[in-house]
């Protein structure tokens, strides 16, 4: 599976968009993106996945550029319960794991 | 929520000691896994089972074994508990292995062992 990179910790106003990038330079065509998050001492929690179209659920909007080389998690109205982990995984076709990195750690503040 | 429930949700115990850890869904999913959750090492699969009785290993599978005798049911044994596997552990199910579908995760196990 691709590798991903992510800023180690980002800081969002409550009630303003977050907006976290992934960087999967290495991505092929047959990998999807996923986002996961880990609110402390949960199970992670699926966020929202997508091949190469944008995707939009009741969660959270994923916005994959052209190229497919990175991607960018929007949670449109964020919350203090939005405050966890934020996993971006580029899964293959082939195998049946996960492959979690260290994410990046979300703090909402009031 | 996807049904997954695990048990205990936490254990203390003894190096050398045999540990099972359970993990139990309502989903009707075919597939199950485990993986261990430790600092500066994410999630790393441990094992996984496509079916009733089809179990296969993953990336960390020494030292561990499961078993799975019915759908809803998936176990994970530490046949001699060690300090290496004190580790949160977090079991998963997926209607299907193909990369476009996602897997849900259960609470975890938090295992200790002195």
């Known amino acids: 599976d691709a590798k991903t990179t992510q800023p180690p910790s980002m800081d969002c106003a409550e009630g303003r968009a977050a907006n976290l990038p992934c960087n999967h330079s290495?991505?092929?065509?047959?990998?999807?993106v996923y986002w996961y998050r880990q609110i402390h001492s949960q199970g992670p929690q699926y966020i929202i996945h997508?091949?190469?179209n944008n995707e939009t659920n009741e969660m959270a909007s994923l916005i994959i550029t052209e190229d497919r080389k990175s991607s960018t998690l929007i949670l449109p109205h964020a919350t203090l319960r939005d405050t966890a982990v934020y996993y971006c995984?580029?899964?293959?076709?082939?195998?049946?794991?996960?492959?979690f990195g260290t994410g990046t750690s979300l703090t909402v503040i009031p | 929520d996807a049904g997954i429930t695990q048990s205990p949700r936490h254990k203390v115990t003894e190096t050398g000691t045999p540990v099972t850890l359970r993990c139990h869904q309502t989903?009707?999913?075919?597939?199950m896994y485990w993986y261990r959750q430790d600092p500066g090492h994410g999630l790393r699969l441990i094992h996984y089972?496509?079916?009733?009785?089809?179990?296969d290993k993953g990336e960390v599978s020494d030292g561990y074994s499961v078993s799975r005798s019915k759908t809803e049911d998936f176990l994970l044994t530490l046949e001699s508990a060690t300090s290496s596997q004190t580790s949160v552990y977090f079991c998963?199910?997926?209607?299907?292995?193909?990369?476009?579908?996602?897997?849900?995760f259960g609470p975890g196990t938090r295992l200790t062992v002195t």
């Open positions: 089972s496509y079916g009733v009785k089809d179990t």
């Open positions: 290495t991505i092929s065509g047959n990998e999807y």
């Open positions: 995984i580029v899964r293959a076709n082939t195998g049946n794991q996960f492959y």
């Open positions: 997508g091949l190469k």
């Open positions: 998963a199910i997926s209607e299907h292995p193909a990369v476009s579908y996602e897997q849900y």
């Open positions: 989903e009707n999913h075919r597939y």
